[in-house]
Each structure stands twice: as C-alpha cells, then as structure tokens.
C-alpha cells in the first residue's frame, strides 16, 4: 500500500508543477531557479499525474448524468458530466466556434448566462 502524500505539500507541488509548465521554461531552468532538484520535481510530477488518473478512473464510474439528452432544465443550458481533461466547443451559425476547457466551464456559464439577461433587457 502506497504512502498517502501530505496534501498541504501535495498542493505545493501541484502549483510547483503548474507554474512550471506555463512559464515556458525547461524542467532543469525552472528547478535551479527555485531552488530544488529535478528529481524531486519528476517523483511528484509522476505522483501527481497517477493520483489524478486514479481519481478520474473512479469518478468515471461514478459520474450520472443529471438530466436526460434533450432536456433543459433552466436558462437554455443542458448540465452534463465532464471529465477533468474535458472540453465544450460551441458552434455559432456566423462560424464561430469557442472551446472552453473544463475547469473554466461555471465561470464561463454564468458570464453567458449574465449576457443573456442583458440582451433579454434591451430587446
């Protein structure tokens, strides 16, 4: 049985890991300029990556729809599942297409959801 990680440095790690990937830099430029090993920067990378994969496999599982296909049940909008690494793409008839990333979904619904009301108020 695997040691369980302390999550305050497990999140430590997470951000260590994220900040790294969008500073554009390599894995040995950004370690030195932080201060520690890459050693230890890949053993959590690697720890990091398989606890995530663990818990996608079992929220895949567990994850129910809450509405059947189809339905809408407020606002125009259909809630769905999403798995982490998931995507929405909406076509708009001009051609437009926007994808927005996952984690980004709920700030991007309610942004829509604003819109809509206003342009509901100036019709």
């Known amino acids: ?18 900040r790294q990937r969008r500073s554009g830099l390599s894995i040995l430029e950004f370690c030195r300029r932080e201060g520690f090993s890459t050693g230890s920067f890949y053993a959590w990378k690697r720890r990091l990556h398989a606890s995530r994969s663990t818990v996608e ?19 125009g909008f259909v809630q769905f599942p999403l798995t982490v690494d998931s995507a929405i793409e909406v076509r708009f008839a001009d051609g437009t297409i926007v994808s927005v990333p996952a984690e980004k979904l709920a700030v991007t619904l309610k942004t829509l959801q604003a819109l809509q009301g206003e342009g509901a108020a100036d019709a």
Do not use: C, F, I, T
């Open 1 to 18: 049985m695997g040691r369980v990680a302390n999550p305050k440095l497990a999140s430590l790690w997470r951000d260590r890991v994220e």
């Open 57 to 75: 496999r079992k929220s895949k599982k567990r994850v129910q729809p809450r509405v059947s296909h189809g339905q809408s049940p407020r606002g």
